[in-house]
């Protein structure tokens, strides 16, 4: 199995910023994508943001030029910088990750792993 550990959520003034941040750990064989995505009280879960292990990203339209998402891929690390935060982005932040695992026979078999996920509160 795959685990994902977020951390860095809190409550921030509008404005403000944040820092997430997400570990994966496990019989980990490659992670080909991992990504943010959240979800609003009433609201279906969005994708906030995405990185291939090639480093491509790609972002919802309202989080464009105010959240960058990251990735250390030798410590199989994402990060997501939120910065100009607004009360619209009020919501549960998830991790999520997507590659291949070493079963317990050894053999390399696909994962989807998702984080508990941590709040995030823009509120003043």
């Known amino acids: 199995q795959v685990q994902l550990v977020e951390s860095g959520g809190g409550l921030v003034q509008p404005g403000g910023s944040l820092r997430l941040s997400c570990t994966a750990a496990?019989?980990?064989?490659?992670?080909?994508?991992m990504g943010w995505y959240r979800q609003a009280p009433g609201k279906e879960r969005e994708l906030v943001a995405t990185?291939?292990?090639?480093?491509?990203?790609n972002y919802a339209d309202s989080v464009k030029g105010r959240f960058t998402i990251s990735r250390d891929n030798g410590k199989n690390w994402v990060y997501l910088q939120m910065n100009s935060l607004k009360t619209e982005d009020t919501a549960v932040y998830h991790c999520n990750a997507a590659g291949i695992r070493r079963n317990y026979s050894d053999l390399r078999v696909p994962f989807v792993s998702w984080g508990q996920g941590v709040q995030v509160t823009v509120s003043s």
């Open positions: 496990g019989s980990i064989f490659s992670i080909s994508g």
């Open positions: 990185v291939t292990s090639g480093g491509s990203t």
